[in-house]
Structures are given as C-alpha cells and as structure tokens.
C-alpha cells in the first residue's frame, strides 16, 4: 500500500518539532521505507525532527511505533525511536 493522507492527523507543533498520528494497514517495514512519507512534506509542512506516532497492521495485529523524520531534496525517510 501506500502513504494515505486521510489517515494522517497532526496533533500539534511546529516544523521540526511537529507531532502526527498516523493509521495504516502497511506493515512498519513499509511505512519507515524512504519516500513513504513524501507527499507529506508538501499536504502537511513534514519536517526533519517531526514525530509520527504510527498504528501499523490496522485491522490485524495493530502496533504502535514512534518514527522521526528526515526531510531533505524533497525525500522523507524515517526512523524508529529506540
């Protein structure tokens, strides 16, 4: 599957220290892939240093996952919080 916009919400912030929850039926492999999040940069100002809160697996065997984005030349790539 792929990034679905409708299903993004931003809880608050501001670039760079922004926070979005995220529900998607993608499994978190997919989801952390780089470019996942591209269109996001534009819909929703994403920015490096931002947090997605992600529900992944929805509709199955949800998780919850923290990721942090990195923005640069118009790519989006994340990664898990330890």
Known sequence: MTYD???MRLMGGVPGQQLFLYRTADAVAAVSASGYFNNAIAEYNLSSGDM?????G???LP???G???SV???NATTGLLA
């Not at 997605?52 to 992944?56: N, P, Y």
Request: aromatic share 4%; hydrophobic share 50%.
């Open 5 to 7: 916009s409708t299903t």
């Open 52 to 56: 997605i809160l992600t529900v992944s």
């Open 58 to 60: 929805f509709g199955a």
């Open 63 to 65: 998780v919850l996952d």
């Open 67 to 69: 990721l942090v984005a």
């Open 72 to 74: 640069s030349g118009g």
